[in-house]
């Protein structure tokens, strides 16, 4: 099984940047190398089109946009328009474009594994399933087409370079999927087909590979839960510092938790009293 940390966190800092790893020493990404599957343009940056992403670095310019005006969530590489023109610390984060910025980021890194020879890295699939899904979950006409979802990659993945898929049949694939899991996971069998979800997390097709959601379920051992986008992406170490140093500083008496609306026809923990309360301190 893919451990998720080995996978998430060389994402989340910076390591072998470019020009720090020496020759003649250990490879200090050894055992955390990735190599990125070679997908069609339709499975992700085809898919920009509909967010007119001609000014982000993976959208393919040849490809006509169909929203005007451009999506304004894939400035600054994915992370969105600045909330405030003099700070570089806090964007305005879209979550559903997760997918496209982990592509483009772990583009950038040191840690990739070109030669699929190597049996030691994990595969990455650049797939953006969340725009993928919006056909399914928004065109009430494709409601009962939801179990398609995916199956498109499946197919793609089984003959195409097949070795690399055979080799541990799966269990080194991962994908990062813009979601909760829930969303990703009606049963191949539920009918009618429920609005908003689809079955990609339960083809079979794909059953080996490691997802990492914004929320997972609690039984399936390859789904694994990531942090969600907090919008706070501090240019460097001092700006972090400084965030820190004021949030200590601020005096807070009042704390809110939203819960959530009432879920039927499952029974809540705790009953249905915690809706819509808060609590001073």
């Not at 789904?223 to 001092?238: D, K, Q």
Request: neutral net charge; aromatic residues 10%; glycine residues 6%.
């Amino acid at each position: 099984m893919v451990n998720p940390l080995l996978i998430f966190l060389p994402f989340l800092s910076v390591i072998a940047l470019p020009g720090t790893i020496d020759a003649a020493g250990p490879d200090p990404c050894a055992g955390r190398r990735i190599h990125i599957r070679g997908l069609p343009p339709h499975f992700n940056t085809a898919l920009l089109r509909h967010c007119g992403a001609n000014a982000f670095p993976l959208a393919d310019p040849s490809v006509a946009a169909t929203s005007v005006p451009p999506y304004e969530s894939l400035a600054d590489h994915g992370l969105g328009p600045r909330t405030h023109p003099r700070n570089r610390s806090w964007y305005r984060n879209d979550a559903r474009l997760l997918e496209a910025f982990f592509h483009h980021r772990i583009l950038e890194r040191d840690f990739l594994a070109d030669d699929p020879a190597d049996a030691s890295f994990h595969v990455f699939l650049p797939y953006y399933a969340a725009l993928d899904a919006l056909p399914y979950v928004i065109d009430l006409a494709l409601l009962d087409e939801s179990t398609r979802h995916g199956v498109a990659l499946a197919e793609f993945l089984s003959p195409d370079k097949a070795h690399i898929l055979s080799r541990r049949h799966g269990h080194d694939h991962f994908l990062v999927v813009a979601g909760s899991a829930w969303d990703y996971a009606q049963s191949l069998g539920v009918e009618p087909r429920l609005w908003g979800s689809t079955s990609l997390l339960r083809l079979p097709g794909l059953a080996n590979f490691t997802s990492l959601t914004l929320e997972s379920c609690t039984w399936p051992w390859q789904e694994h839960a990531i942090p969600h986008p907090t919008s706070f992406h501090p240019s460097f170490l001092g700006h972090l510092r400084v965030w820190l140093a004021r949030a200590r500083r601020s005096r807070c008496a009042t704390l809110m938790l939203f819960a959530g609306g009432a879920s039927h026809p499952c029974r809540p923990l705790l009953g249905q009293t915690v809706l819509g309360y808060r609590w001073t301190v």
